[in-house]
């Protein structure tokens, strides 16, 4: 089964509004984290080959809900609710910190972390909150510049360059690469990461 197929068997599992809520914590887990509008539904459903698997238009900073998608059996991505609109109350930033953080902090099956950043507004104080706090716990994090072909290919390589120096800390840093959901552009680099963090079996069982 090539990965592409993989992930297009991807189907809507579960929202939980809090983490008590998920599907049992085992097998594996890959969660999605950006800021509201970095084009993570876009990503999610691109990686996937769906149209509307993960929906892109939703209310902004409304959806405080982790939303399940299984693969097969173990493995399943998971999108976390966005973050940093200006116009979310404190008390729903609260509620955000509060169902990530301890999704984050607890899910023991949660093998990697892909947090998603416009690629022309990348590295926002809560991007790299989340990134230092995800590193200092030991998840794995991979880094998709979004929104790849709103730049020339010189200007991205540029910003790519300038993301990994700045991440570049620490033992374990962040992977850092271009995504464009509209060009089709990094899906595969994404599904690779993906394959190693999901432990992919690469054996067709038939399915
Ligand atoms: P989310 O809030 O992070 O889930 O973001 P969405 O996936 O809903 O995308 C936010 C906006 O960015 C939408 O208007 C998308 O059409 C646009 N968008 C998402 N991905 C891309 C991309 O790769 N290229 C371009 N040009 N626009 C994108």
Redesign the pocket.
């Known amino acids: 089964m090539s990965p592409a197929d993989f992930y297009r068997r991807a189907r809507f599992l579960h929202s939980a509004a809090r983490l008590d809520q998920s599907p049992p914590d085992d097998g594996f887990e890959v969660a999605f984290a950006?800021?509201?509008?970095?084009?993570?539904?876009?990503?999610i459903n691109a990686l996937c080959g769906q149209k509307s698997l993960?929906r892109?238009?939703?209310t902004p900073g409304r959806t405080q809900l982790l939303n399940y998608f299984a693969l097969d059996d173990a493995r399943r991505l998971v999108d976390l609710p966005?973050y940093g609109y200006a116009k979310v109350a404190a008390t729903l930033r609260a509620e955000w910190q509060g169902v990530v953080g301890d999704y984050v902090e607890g899910r023991r099956c949660l093998r990697g972390l892909v947090l998603?950043m416009d690629i022309r507004h990348p590295l926002k104080d809560m991007d790299r909150q989340l990134i230092d706090w995800a590193v200092a716990l030991g998840r794995p994090v991979h880094i998709l510049l979004?929104?790849?072909?709103?730049l020339g290919r010189s200007q991205a390589n540029a910003a790519l360059s300038a993301v990994r120096r700045a991440v570049a800390d620490g033992p374990a840093p962040p992977t850092v690469q271009l995504?464009?959901?509209?060009?089709s552009q990094g899906v595969e680099v994404l599904a690779g990461v993906l394959d190693r963090w999901l432990d992919r079996p690469h054996e067709d069982a038939g399915g």
């Open positions: 950006g800021r509201s509008n970095a084009g993570k539904s876009s990503a993960a892109t238009s939703k966005g998603l979004t929104k790849a072909d709103k995504y464009s959901a509209v060009a």
